[in-house]
């Protein structure tokens, strides 16, 4: 597929905006002083290229072979690039568990993205049986006593059928970038995405598109954001997903990078070459939240629940939330998700906090549902870029 370049569709999770200090003039300075070696070593030159984004060009090979599951599910969205699974091929079918070191500590401590994700990457591999002569039959959370086992995909051999979001899945990719504020999004949006919803999924979407309510969601996740910055746990745990250096990318083929965070060339390549410290990252991640992330936004949409501790509502918002971004992506819409209030919410709750967040974010709710993850969409103004994956070799257990 077309890589390595800034048109072409994609990029990670949210901050390396941390770039406030970072301007083309210190790019020239840098230029000036022969830093083409470390331009090199940094990957500034080689975007979405090597160990680390292999798998977005192994993921569709033919044959009836239980593993191109694999490789789809591995290329599914995870909150901050975690990828939290485990998979295992039996004769007939295939498990996936949730990978416990893979967690995001105080940001994520009810494990509520968690969860989310692993529906994300179950939907991928559900929608990549068909292509390879399977037909899949799911069930989530096969054993209730076993909390990390998180389905159980039965496959049987099926004439082979494709799919427009099974094409998706490597086109899909979070959007960080600032949307189109001229081009408004019609009613059929809201209506395709609804769509996505599965009678039996449990799952509700609350589409806030007028000014007003795009205000409050918007006000709410600028003020969340500054909490988790001014949170020193939580500022930690966020910050560990970062991945600053290539080398490090490479290693480790996860977390959130430079290339991932919607900046222009330019910004991206001198955060490369100089480094940003985190306190440049966080400065970076609240402008861009504030004058990006939420000023563009077309609608904010939130998937809800009315448990919101149930594991199997939770895999299935995941599974919604993935054929929402692939069924966005077939119509060239961005789209990104955006959870600093519900993470909040959930710190508050795992830490005995007053309920700030908690009672803003009701206020906005129909009585009865919780938010699982929420989101913002618009019209793209610019391509994205890869984020990287562990292969489905290596997330696999023997
Ligand atoms: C449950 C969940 C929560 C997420 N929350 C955010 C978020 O708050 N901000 C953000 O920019 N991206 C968020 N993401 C997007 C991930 O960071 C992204 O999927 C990951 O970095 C991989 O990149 P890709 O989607 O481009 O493949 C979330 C994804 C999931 C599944």
């Not at 009836?64 to 969205?77: E, F, K, N, P, Q």
């Not at 809800?304 to 929402?324: C, F, K, P, S």
Request: aromatic share 6%.
């Amino acid at each position: 597929m077309e890589r390595g370049s800034v048109d072409n569709k994609p990029v990670g999770r949210r901050r390396f905006l941390g770039t406030a200090g970072l301007t083309a003039g210190s790019v020239a300075v840098a230029g000036a002083g022969g830093l083409t070696w470390r331009a090199a070593q940094e990957g500034v030159f080689a975007t979405g290229t090597g160990p680390a984004y292999a798998a977005w060009d192994q993921w569709d090979r033919p044959g009836r072979d239980m593993l191109s599951l694999l490789r789809a599910g591995v290329l599914a969205a995870s909150a901050h690039n975690t990828q939290p699974w485990l998979f295992r091929v039996g004769r007939d079918h295939i498990d996936l568990y949730a990978d416990p070191r893979r967690g995001m500590g105080s940001m994520d401590p009810l494990r509520r993205e968690m969860y989310v994700s692993l529906g994300c990457a179950v939907e991928n591999m559900v929608l990549a049986g068909p292509p390879s002569g399977w037909q899949p039959a799911v069930t989530l959370m096969p054993d209730p006593a076993r909390v990390g086992h998180v389905a159980r995909i039965r496959l049987s051999p099926a004439p082979v059928a494709h799919s427009p979001l099974y094409a998706a899945v490597p086109k899909r990719h979070t959007d960080r970038g600032a949307y189109d504020t001229g081009r408004p999004l019609g009613a059929e949006v809201a209506a395709g995405l609804r769509g996505q919803i599965g009678a039996d999924s449990g799952v509700r979407l609350l589409w806030l598109a007028s000014e007003k309510s795009r205000n409050i969601f918007g006000g709410l996740t600028v003020r969340a954001t500054r909490a988790i910055i001014a949170d020193p746990r939580q500022a930690a745990d966020d910050f560990a997903w970062y991945r600053t250096g290539w080398r490090q990318i490479q290693s480790r083929k996860d977390g959130i990078t430079i290339d991932a965070s919607g900046q222009s060339p330019l910004i991206r390549a001198a955060a490369k070459l100089l480094g940003t410290s985190r306190e440049q990252n966080q400065d970076g991640w609240l402008r861009a939240t504030r004058d990006t992330h939420v000023a563009t936004a077309a609608a904010f949409g939130i998937l809800l629940v009315r448990d919101r501790l149930d594991a199997v509502r939770r895999l299935e918002t995941g599974r919604v939330w993935q054929r929402m971004h692939l069924w966005a992506t077939t119509r060239g819409l961005a789209v990104q998700p955006l959870n600093q209030v519900l993470e909040r919410i959930d710190r508050e709750h795992a830490a005995g906090l007053p309920p700030h967040f908690t009672d803003a974010m009701a206020d906005l709710l129909p009585t009865g549902w919780h938010p699982l993850l929420a989101f913002r969409t618009g019209r793209p103004t610019a391509g994205t870029l890869l984020s990287p994956r562990r292969p489905a070799e290596d997330a696999r257990l023997t």
